[in-house]
């Protein structure tokens, strides 16, 4: 049977509108795969400079506790030249104790660079796992702080 004039209509209509479907739905898959790289990008640099300050803050408290610890040795080498046994004694529970202290200081440093590291990793796995998710967290995270930014400003 013979295609009518109406019959060819509808078809070409019906192709021209499967073509824009298809072609909106590219256009939303390039914007989603293009979000999900924004808020891993965001994810990692965010870690990354986490692990960074928690890098330098144990390394400031290693630098700093070192001095100390160089200290507490020159005070008790003049304390030993010149003090009775009793006084010799309490200097080294002293160093005793500040040793204690830096490997104390030392293990909670490592442990939160561990855990910036265990956090990071995370982040990664939902950002992977949840691309949709992270997206929409990415977005809610930029513009609470865009208008934290923007209220500071109208504040002073």
Known sequence: MPSTRKDQDL?????????KAEHTARRASAAVEKGVDKAAELAHDVTGKALSGAEQALQS?????NAGLLR????LQSLHQHADPAIDELAHKALDLATKSINLVA???ERARQRVLELSEATNRYVTEQPTKALFFAAAAGAALTAL???????R
């Open 72 to 75: 507490a040795e020159q005070s």
């Open 107 to 109: 293990d909670t440093g």
């Open 11 to 19: 078809e070409t209509a019906v192709e021209e509108v499967a073509e």
């Open 61 to 65: 408290t290693r630098n700093a506790t």
């Open 149 to 155: 930014l923007l209220g500071g400003r109208r504040g």
